[in-house]
């Protein structure tokens, strides 16, 4: 004698996902399976997966087998899923086969939000975290280890050999040539190891997830997983967007800073980030398309070897030229030269010959020359633009970093479930958009965000023409019953 309805309270996080998934054109987005074939068994409606998901993902269930286990088991979800229990290797899939439509469900939302005006893209600060992958550091290789590995096998050969000379019985030389023959075997697997990473034309080669790198977790402890870029509106504190691939930050700002200005289609946007994230050149990318970064600034490499450092040196951007603190003017020839990464241009003066204050500028005999990076131009600006605005770079921990903190302390994601950088960003995707849709019941308050929710989902299916979609779905769900009570389906 009881109803389902009456155990599920009226704000519940369950009753939420239940209309922002209906909110959602999941055929626009790309997921699989949204109408139904007229032969063989239905498959589950892809919002029956997704609800799930997204209410597992709330509280700390990610893996399948949990989902299916608490499909089992959990009140809230009977509710959710209209009693329906997917197996776990359905759940399993669901994941696997709609990696890029959950970025495109995490952008769609995104959208939604800056239709509600709770994400402006005025600012937004860019920062990472690490997860670890589904490799584990021994099956993650560089030259450097397989040397190391090569040459203790080699080592050990070598004494097992001494010890064959030196043994006194038969059974004895025997054991120690079954050691020298375990240890061949797995010279050779290293050799095989030594060969894919060779050919991969790679640094590192992770044998289970070719595609996580060996980065570093906290301070010193590296493990294989995966750097996750995260951009969050400073409004009230948003995920706006997500990428994942390079091992450090270095190189991340420009692509974070233009997908997000694209995505949310403003004009203007300034980004905050930290010190791993300032690099000429991306500085000089932001600019070019009108993004502002207050990026703090790095101590010039020249600053601790005692003699006139950088600021010494005054910049004449009209002629390109420095002015020294002896007085003299530094010319350039103009030529771009490659240094490593960078590409600088260089500065003397032939003033450096008769100076009298050489000993506290260089020890250099052809006296001292400058490198100037072509974008020091950029950096500079963005120094400026930090130091005059103090107040405004601390806004960054505030707007981000705390996020990282709820997403890996309260709910488990420290790790991946899954392999491959389109899987895992589409896990990150995901949760980002629970956090999101927590965050605005917490702004906008359970009521008004269901109300909202339901507007849309309402003009979604009387404008956009997708109402057959939800008969289909009910269909879907009436079919799925009729199969579990074993009674004859009903046609479509
Ligand atoms: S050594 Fe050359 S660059 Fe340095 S202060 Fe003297 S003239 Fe200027």
Redesign the pocket.
Known sequence: MLALEELVAEDSYARLVDVFVDALPLEELGFTQTTCQKEGRPPYHPAVLLKLYMYGYRHGLRSSSKLHQACLVNVELWWLLKGLKPSARTICYFRHNNAAAFKKAFRHFVLMLKEWKLIDGETIAIDSFKIRAQNSLKQNFNQKKINNHLEYIDGKIEQYRKEIDEADSLFQQSELMNKIHRQKKKHETYKKIEKELTESGQSQLSRVDPEARAVVLHRNIVNVGYNVQAGCDSKHKLFVNAQTGAVNDTHALADMAIEAKELLGVKKMKTLTDKGYTTGAELARCAENDITTYSSPKAHSSQKNGL?DMQD?IYNEKEDTYT?????T?HTNGTVYQKGKHRVKHYK?K??KG????H???KNKN??FIERGIHQKALEENAKRVNENPDYYRKRQQVTEHQFGTLKRQWGFTHTLVKGKENVLAEVHLTFSVYNLLRCMQILGTEKLRMLLKELASLFFDQIGLFENRISHSFFLIRQKSILKNVPSVGL
């Open positions: 006139y040196f020294c603190p002896a007085g003299s530094l003066t003033a450096c100076c009298a204050v050489r506290l500028c260089t006296g001292r």
